[in-house]
């Protein structure tokens, strides 16, 4: 019964995740895009496994498919280059169409939330009334 | 326990056993790179510290093999297939666009498989045509029925075969397995739903409809190519042969004035492009057609 209730909370932050962290990625390297700094895979995932120490379903190596996906589609770019220690690491950049899509999906994400804590706190509820 | 880089590797290969090579080989280098940068980290901090000692912690962040895994074969099922690159919609010149068809792959899988329908054609509408009367006409005969439904089944193959060929050329998102079969109904009632499907009868049309659209597409493609290549081409077939480009109307000759050569050439390229963007929008339609001539409403 634990187990089944365990496996259920895990489900749902999975599917949480899965569905933010485009979003995420995409804010991360707007940032960096800021600083003009381009950020590699292990830094990225470093900056958002220490905003998100207490989601232990949140893994890092699940990011790098986001990346690529999102390089897929065009909304990022990578570029290797050599390190001076340790192996070649891939560079990701924020192209426009990236910094454009960006902009939507916030919207997007405030309207969801918005309508999300609408929804708990009951609010509809009592106009209902 | 895991107690190396080289061995999360292996195991994460094993994971995705059976995926594209292409994911897997992503897959690890993009583990390899993490990894590896992690634990020289893990050295930076305590450099007494084994491989064995270090991996652990390292890779309880970034998910076991297994996670991973499912990460990459997640998002693999989301990407498009093969050509289907979303359209940049970044702003271009009209004339940049109008150019750019030349390293569009959409264009140019269009215009393999335009060229390519006309052998397709001949073959679906021979198989159609053929299994169609031979199984009709010995209908009256006990083997005509058993005959009419390895004749239909066979259709079914077709229709998943070209299916994949516009899915891999056109770009259309089309099954990518066979129909699977509800094994809870009797084989009576299997049969009987092979007659009643829609997906049988306009499959078997579309396969008839090939060879025309095929001797068309064909046709037309190669005559607008060659044709333009030729225009291109003045320049050189004039030194070659010291002939201008001519056309014989009744009697008189008409002869291309040396001035007219350059406009040959710029109509030329202008022709080519125009027809890499015919072949575009065309299979743009044909694989609209496709999807609605192949693809069954239920599954």
Not at chain 1, 33 to 58: C, R
Not at chain 2, 15 to 28: N, R, T
């Amino acid at each position: 019964m634990v187990d089944e209730i365990e496996s259920a909370d895990k489900k749902f932050q999975k599917e949480l995740i899965s569905g933010t962290s485009a979003l995420v990625l995409l804010s991360v390297l707007n940032d960096a895009n800021d600083a003009a700094e381009p950020m590699y895979g292990y830094q990225i995932a470093k900056l958002i496994h220490s905003q998100g120490e207490d989601i232990p379903m949140l893994k890092e190596g699940a990011l790098y498919p986001v990346l690529r996906s999102l390089e897929n589609s065009h909304l990022l770019v990578s570029r290797v280059e050599p390190s001076v220690s340790g192996p070649p690491r891939r560079y990701y950049r924020i192209t426009d169409e990236g910094l454009k899509t960006l902009e939507r999906w916030r919207k997007i994400w405030s309207q969801m939330t918005t309508f999300v804590d609408a929804i708990m706190k009951g609010e509809s509820h009592d106009q209902e009334r | 326990m895991i107690r190396s880089v080289d061995e999360y590797l292996r195991q994460l290969k094993k994971e995705l056993a059976g995926s594209d090579p292409a994911v897997i080989q992503d897959a690890v280098s993009d583990a390899e790179e993490h990894l590896r940068i992690a634990l020289a980290q893990a050295y930076k901090a305590n450099p007494n510290i084994s491989e064995a000692d270090a991996i652990p912690p390292i890779i309880d962040k970034y998910g076991s093999a297994e996670e991973v895994a499912a990460a990459y074969r997640q998002m693999e099922q989301r990407l498009p297939p093969g050509l289907g690159r979303p359209a940049s919609s970044a702003r271009r010149s009209p004339i940049a666009r109008f150019f750019g068809v030349f390293a569009d792959p959409k264009a140019w899988g269009a215009l393999l498989y335009m060229i390519l329908a006309l052998g397709t054609g001949i073959i679906y509408f021979t198989w159609v045509i053929t299994g169609l009367s031979v199984s009709l006409g010995l209908l009256v005969l006990i083997v005509g029925l058993p005959l009419l439904i390895l004749f239909l089944l066979s259709v079914r193959v077709i229709g998943f075969v070209e299916g994949r060929l516009v899915e891999a050329l056109l770009g259309v998102r089309m099954p990518r397995r066979q129909r699977a079969t509800d094994k809870s109904i009797g084989w009576w009632q299997r049969i009987k739903n092979l007659f009643r499907e829609r997906n049988t009868w306009t499959t078997m049309a579309y396969s008839i409809s090939q060879l025309p659209l095929g001797i068309v597409y064909f046709t037309v493609f190669v005559a607008l190519i060659a044709g333009s290549l030729y225009f291109i081409a003045t320049p050189i077939t004039m030194l070659v042969f010291h002939a201008p480009p001519y056309v014989i109307v009744g009697d008189t000759e008409y002869r291309a004035v040396n001035w007219a050569i350059p406009l040959f050439v710029i109509g030329g390229v202008l022709l080519i492009t125009a027809a890499m963007h015919l072949a575009k929008l065309v299979g743009r339609a044909h694989g609209g057609l496709a999807k609605f001539m192949l693809v069954s409403k239920k599954t």
